[in-house]
């Protein structure tokens, strides 16, 4: 489609259009050529190889592209020359980069860095006829082939640290001949692909590293001739349809990295999805990234960074023809990662096992969170010990429980606290606190019904708290019957009655009937504090109790109904 290829060379030309600007011009100097970039912006906090060719890698794709605006300039392959000498001044020894912002002699993020330069030297190589480009390729080959060595003999600190690893060691062998880095490689792969039967990956991260593990399963099938690891790349992309929340976004609240809980969007995924359409013919994949692209236009958004490989390996965009309709009603319980997501057109619901925002409900573009605050001994939220599948519910267990040291048995050796061995001391166990959360779909269709059972302990004050946000800055109105605020960030409420209410838009959801037995709104002793993030509404009780709340996807009230 002509329109979503010229929104990937558009986004190629702005990012040669701040490489242009942003690159250092001071001959003599040993950042010349770099970008002072990624980590503070334009004119960041210091020169950095990684962000440095990666824009040189979006220069090259938009110079060789004959539609974009900087097609045969020949300033662009000036300034790839000025990046590569200065990568080639600050390559180590042992052929690795630093990472400036945390890692240093760095094997994967030299692995990163060969990974999107391979892209490059195979364009550099289909356009050697050019006499700008030609020594360019000299230079890049350099650079890759020096990296190998560093990248076999050093480490890794994260689990797609290996993949990256394997497919840059895998292209050294290529370029090289050099059976050692193939073998390395090879250590890595027969630890096994961590990617289980659901698609998920290890880190569970849909906002992140879920496309550099995929990324890195396209470049070793391509190396080595092997298209079982997209495999891996096919589960992955099917599970994700089940993260996609009622406004496009992407749920990441289950994330193990820094991605967790941040507003993302489909887009870096356009280039996984389209490339696995065309290679396994895969229909569905093809709407997908039909629709991906067709939200990022509509937004206004840029398309991903990735001309330069759509150009290596397909020219540009056709999708063909497919009406296979994207799912957007389903119940999925993924049980290794302790995640059921729930979708229903236009509201979703999602449970986590062991955290303290266990629930979240979103219609449309309004979210809510839910936490169960209980500051019971050493204890200070509900985190769900299981989630089980229980005659078409999903039901959720904590137990809490209550003890006291005792004093030893034996006198001991030292009368310092800190050097004792209360690891060892004898306990007094109890009084215990549990709790068993029910969740039902409401056979209306609109939601969901959370029955909330705490049993023990007599008189233990629980908050339920409810994070409430768009997550695009949108204005949010709060209220029941008996008020109305607007929901601003790092406020917070106790509501004591009636039906809660948020709204932004068009989009709204009801939470209730709300209640308050007591007006503890912030937890002690090391509760974890209310989020800056949300508007924060309170439901109060005292255990034990035995509480139903509905979240229900609800029209936009035009006015606060009274009673």
């Known amino acids: 489609m002509r329109e979503h290829w010229q929104r990937l060379i558009e986004a190629s030309d702005k990012l040669t259009d701040s490489f242009l600007a942003m690159q250092l011009r001071e001959p003599g100097s040993p950042d010349d050529g770099a970008v002072f970039a990624s980590w503070g912006g334009p004119g960041g906090f210091y020169a950095d190889p990684k962000p440095s060719l990666g824009l040189a890698a979006s220069a090259l794709a938009s110079y060789l592209c004959a539609e974009s605006r900087h097609a045969h300039d020949p300033a662009v392959p000036e300034a790839i020359g000025r990046a590569l000498d200065y990568a080639t001044r600050v390559q180590n020894a042992d052929g690795t980069f630093d990472y400036r912002p945390c890692n240093f002699d760095s094997a994967p993020d030299t692995a990163f860095i060969v990974n999107r330069a391979v892209v490059s030297l195979a364009l550099m190589e289909k356009a050697a006829g050019d006499p700008l480009i030609a020594p360019l390729a000299v230079k890049l080959r350099a650079i890759i082939v020096a990296a190998g060595e560093g990248i076999r003999t050093r480490g890794f600190h994260t689990p797609n640290h290996r993949w990256a690893i394997a497919a840059a060691l895998s292209s050294c062998c290529r370029l090289t001949g050099d059976a050692r880095y193939k073998e390395r490689a090879q250590e890595y792969l027969r630890e096994g692909l961590d990617c289980n039967a659901d698609g998920e990956w290890s880190e569970r991260s849909a906002g992140g590293y879920n496309i550099v593990n995929d990324e890195q399963m396209m470049a070793l099938a391509a190396e080595r001739n092997d298209d079982s690891f997209l495999d891996s790349v096919e589960r992955n992309l099917r599970m994700m349809l089940a993260y996609v929340d009622p406004d496009g976004s992407v749920f990441t609240n289950n994330s193990t990295r820094q991605d967790r809980g941040k507003k993302t969007w489909l887009d870096s995924y356009w280039y996984l999805y389209f490339y696995m359409a065309k ?37 540009g965009v056709d999708y063909g023809n497919t009406d296979e309709p994207i799912p957007t009603s389903y119940a999925k319980f993924f049980r290794d990662s302790g995640l059921v997501r729930l979708r229903r057109g236009g509201f979703s619901l999602s449970l986590i096992k062991g955290v303290g925002r266990f629930l979240y409900f979103q219609s449309g573009s309004v979210s809510a969170y839910l936490k169960l605050g209980v500051s019971y001994f050493d204890k200070r939220e509900f985190k769900a010990d299981s ?34 061995d209360n690891a060892s001391r004898p306990k007094q166990w109890g ?13 209306e269709g609109d939601g969901v019904e959370l029955r909330a059972l705490a049993m023990g302990c007599e008189g233990v004050p629980v908050r339920f708290e409810i994070g409430l946000c768009t997550g695009t800055g949108a204005e949010l109105r709060v209220g029941t019957e008996h008020f109305e605020v607007e929901g601003r960030p790092g406020e917070a409420v106790l509501a004591r009655s009636g039906k809660l209410c948020a709204w932004s838009g068009l ?12 007006r503890d709104m912030g937890g002690t002793y090391g509760s974890e504090s209310r989020s800056r993030d949300h508007f924060t509404a309170y439901f109060t009780a005292f255990s034990p109790f035995s509480k139903a709340i509905r979240f229900r996807r609800v029209p936009t009230p035009t006015r606060i109904q009274t009673s």
């Open 279 to 315: 290679r396994r013919g895969n229909r569905l994949f093809t709407a997908v990234a039909r629709r991906i692209m067709e939200d990022i236009v509509a937004a206004g958004r840029d398309a991903p960074d990735c001309l330069d490989r759509v150009m290596l390996e397909f020219g």
């Open 507 to 518: 989009d709204a959801l009801e939470i209730g009937p709300a209640f308050a037995e007591h």
């Open 431 to 443: 009084p215990d606190l549990s709790f068993a959360l029910r969740v039902d779909e409401l056979p």
């Open 387 to 420: 989630i089980e599948e229980e005659d078409g519910a999903y039901v959720l267990r904590f137990l809490a429980k209550g003890w006291y040291y005792l004093p030893f048995e034996t006198k001991s050796p030292t009368s310092d606290w800190w050097k004792m």
